[in-house]
């Protein structure tokens, strides 16, 4: 499937003092700042005063190929995405030569045993500091270093925090990139991973086994944080300037595996500094069905389609490739 280009957008804004603030956190509720001076040099993308930090923002749920998709992404801007290094073993986040990603667990308020205690989850805004991650994104954004905070997925515990200097481009990724108007009025570009539930649940059954999970405790889990995303992330698509739904084939009747999948690239018109994927022409579709007397493969082939379409109101471009 043709992917969407991204170009990398230089913009010009008032620069600090030289003696910048350096933005901190070392509380889930409280917002620190103190001064540290610092001497800025050009090739310092964390000190220019001539570009800004281009933000992308990714949203899906849990277990739905973020971190595969992270990798693809950060890969078409050059390098390969890895942790500090010589920092905390367990920390979310991936740095590469132009890309920093922020994994938004981060921003958890609660601890595991914390929304245990309260009866919430993870998608419940409020096991989430909104306010600290306006604050850091928007820092970050300008040019000015944070320590974000660690939620451990090991351990469920909330680590110390962690230096962040402003990249490239900053990629902020999780349950909730999209949620508060505020982060969002941040964001350059945003995309939205649309797992249908079908697809999710044959996802997390071909990964039962490897994980050690029950049937039916996926089922449980599943059923637990429904109400949650069905409230809290599903709504974030609306906002999103690209939606990658998955979806199951309408080429194999009764098709339960999830291997053979229908996939929808669902472009917005009218985006600051990115243009939709072009195709072939309008309203045209291509299928192609195997010749069995030459090919062993019994899927039914492939089909494409381009065109224009609606979508919560937006004008768009519709990419649908049905396998």
Known sequence: MAASSLSTIQTHFNPTP??????????QNQLVLYGKTTTCRRRLISCSAEEQTVVIGLAADSGCGKSTFMRRLTSVFGGAAEPPKGGNPDSNTLISEMTTVICLDDYHSLDRTGRKEKGVTALDPRANDFD???HQVRAIKEGIPVDKPIYNHVTGLLDPPELIKPPKI????GLHPMYDARVRELLD?????DISNEVKFAWKIQDMAERGHSLESIKASIEARKSDFDAY???QKQHADAVIEVLPTQLIPDDNEGNVLRVRLIMKEGVKYFDPVYLFDEGSTISWIPCGRKLTCSYPGIKFAYGPDTYYGHELRLHSSLQ
Do not use: R
């Not at 030289?18 to 509380?27: E, Y």
């Open 233 to 235: 992330i599903d709504p």
């Open 132 to 134: 600290l991650m306006y």
């Open 189 to 193: 570009f945003s995309i939205y991973l």
């Open 170 to 173: 900053l990629v902020i990724e």
């Open 18 to 27: 030289s003696s910048k603030t350096h933005l901190g956190s070392f509380s």
